[in-house]
């Protein structure tokens, strides 16, 4: 539409060609001419480049319905059902190679079947936020190169700046699990590497934050979570994975890089056959499992530097927490890993280690060959637990620590109703004495069959820890084949039947007591059993103090020189106390008794005769 001083000119008056106007009659020098261009479209078809957005708020900049739609992409834009019977892997994998630098949505109740495992651009800069809805685990393939292991959910292979969050994951019977030709654990949900299978020389897998799961119906025999390699800087934030999968999350090392070494690192040249990749700076928190009685480490520590799990909880798990590190003839070593305020209960019947609540490993033997490992994959460790709460059902120990040369620090956590709280001691591949390596502050014993079973390990250090209430017959701490370990200010109290605190029997030496205490709740008869058995060369530094025994008037200090067990009638003792030891302190023969008010010829009485409270003698 031609107006010219705004009298709209008819059509036969001017001609149009491409952007020039010509008029038939020259108009007057000096007037307007206004031209109008109108486009008629279809009713439905109008473009959203055509129609304007403009955001709310001061400074905001006008753009198109378009450009503001194209801000994320939607699993729809590409086809997806989401009616949990339509397969929607190519829909799914194609929206998110177009969202790079962008977030792709699900939508919130649909359920997206997938026959393949989804990848990751390695250009990556991606969010996938699935809205809550759930995807249908219905993998089919396998990796050759892995042990024919099936294939996971995802793999974050290779790429960066990966988040992906909200979804729940759901298995079909029909999903691809067959373990009869692989020679490993498979992972059934994602799989976080930084090198392929048969080349590490591709670029490290970094930044990558994974959250808000929910996961029933694993498959039995699984991983849901791996780690592998060369990844950095992980998040995996608000798991709850219900039922039988053996492990949650597993970091591990990656496969030996390429064989000339001394191009990467020339001090990797002589430790070819022991070098793997591994995952650096991970952060685990509110990863949960509920209801899992097969698994052999939930929590699973392989090798990895600088990993932090935070306010974990294993509900009914067995194996919650498992750390491991010196096998399948590789360089797997780990560092810096630490378990903050995490629970975990084991309902396990047996004390195989792997399914105790919690386990730490260094092997000094490889299972797969068994051959020897490299010295150094027993040293120079560090795991530590902050207040954290071990329990079983009395029926399972609670700290299964076997192995290592570096460090595992217990502060302010909780043994419960365990049936051996702490339980250390040798395997098949583990063959030497751990030194100097379990330190314990601050922690409570209560409720357990057996708090404390120490063998083959030397320079243990318990530092204000309480032990109370022992639910069996066993002596609370007991000690065989250990030496140079160490109780200092702990507290003895609740023991619950005629016996030791404490025993330290075989050819344990050098252990230390400072300033303990130990009370009895009142009902032990036989004061001369309720104390502390020492086995030779074990000593205090005379600070020990006890009371409420029985009988209440005779406050006990004493030290047991023995290595047999109580009530087998060859324990001696020395012990202190007011008033004539006959006929009230029950001994044996060789026992020694100092009286605090007693005179010349009445201070140091020794037991020559008879086996119960009477044959005590002056000297």
């Not at 219900?242 to 597993?250: E, F, K, L, M, S």
């Not at 409570?444 to 820890?465: P, R």
């Not at 502390?532 to 103090?545: K, P």
């Not at 008033?579 to 100092?594: D, K, L, R, W």
Request: proline share 3%; hydrophobic share 35%.
């Amino acid at each position: 539409q031609v107006y010219i001083d705004g009298v709209y000119q008819q059509k036969d008056g001017y001609s149009v060609s491409g952007a020039v106007l010509t008029f038939s009659v020259a108009p007057l020098n000096l007037t307007t001419i206004e031209v109008m261009v109108v486009a008629i479209l279809p009713i439905g078809s109008t473009s959203s480049d055509l129609v304007s957005y403009t955001p709310s708020g001061t400074g905001a900049v006008v753009t198109t319905v378009q450009a503001k739609l194209r801000e994320s992409v939607s699993v729809k834009d590409f086809g997806a059902v989401g009616d949990g019977v339509t397969d929607d892997t190519v829909a799914i994998q194609a929206a998110i190679n177009a969202s790079i630098g962008k977030t792709m949505l699900g939508v919130y109740g649909e359920t997206y079947k997938l026959s393949s495992m989804l990848t990751f651009p390695s250009q990556g800069n991606i969010t996938v936020d699935f809205n809550g809805a759930t995807l249908l685990d219905n993998v089919q393939g396998q990796w050759p190169q892995r042990g024919n292991a099936p294939f996971s959910v995802m793999l974050i292979l290779n790429t960066q700046n990966i988040t992906i969050r909200n979804f729940n994951y759901d298995c079909a019977a029909t999903r691809y699990t067959d373990v009869a030709q692989a020679t490993e654990i498979i992972t059934v949900g994602f799989t976080a590497t930084g090198q392929t299978f048969t080349d590490s020389n591709n670029p490290q897998t970094r930044n990558i934050h994974i959250s808000n799961v929910y996961a029933e119906n694993c498959p039995i025999n699984t991983i849901f979570v791996s780690v592998l390699g060369n990844a950095l800087n992980l998040k995996f934030e608000n798991f709850d994975i219900i039922g039988d999968c053996n492990v949650g999350i597993n970091f591990e090392y990656g496969l030996r890089p390429d064989p000339d070494y001394s191009l990467l690192n020339p001090n990797w040249a002589n430790i070819e056959p022991y070098y793997g990749l591994h995952p650096y700076n991970a952060i685990v928190t509110g990863f949960n499992g509920y209801n899992n009685t097969t698994g052999n480490g939930f929590l699973r520590v392989a090798s990895t530097y600088n990993v932090q799990f935070n306010n974990c909880y294993g509900y009914n798990v067995d194996g919650f927490i498992y750390v491991y590190f010196g096998d399948r003839g590789i360089y797997r070593i780990l560092q810096n890993v630490e378990f903050n305020n995490c629970s975990a209960f084991c309902s396990a019947t047996n004390t195989s280690y792997i399914q105790s609540a919690v386990t730490v490993v260094a092997q000094e033997i490889d299972p797969a060959t068994g051959g020897p490992l490299p010295a150094f994959t027993k040293y120079d460790y560090k795991i530590t637990f902050n207040q954290c709460e071990i329990q079983t059902n009395n029926s399972s120990w609670g700290l299964r620590f076997i192995g290592m040369q570096g460090a595992c620090v217990l502060n302010s956590c909780i043994f419960r109703s365990c049936s051996v709280g702490l339980r250390t001691g040798l395997s098949a591949n583990v063959t030497y004495t751990s030194q100097n390596s379990l330190i314990l502050n601050n922690c409570t014993f209560m409720d357990n069959d057996q708090d404390v079973y120490l063998a083959s390990i030397n320079g243990v250090v318990f530092d204000s820890c309480k032990f109370k209430d022992q639910t069996g017959t066993q002596i609370p701490i007991y000690g065989v084949e250990a030496d140079y370990c160490r109780f200092t200010n702990c507290y003895f109290t609740g023991l619950g039947a005629d016996r030791s605190y404490i025993e330290f029997a075989g050819t344990s030496q050098f252990n230390h007591f400072y300033g303990c205490r130990f009370e009895s709740p009142g009902t032990a008869s036989n004061v001369s059993l309720a104390s502390i058995a020492y086995g030779s060369a074990n000593f205090s530094d005379g600070t020990l103090y006890s009371s409420g025994f029985s009988p209440s008037s005779f406050p006990v200090d004493r030290l047991l020189f023995s290595v047999s067990a109580l009530g087998a009638g060859t324990n001696t003792f020395w012990t202190v106390g007011s008033g004539s030891p006959e006929s009230v302190v029950i001994a044996n023969i060789g026992s020694m008794y100092t009286r605090t008010d007693g005179g010349s010829g009445t201070t140091l009485y020794v037991k020559e005769t008879g086996s119960g409270n009477t044959g005590w003698v002056t000297k």
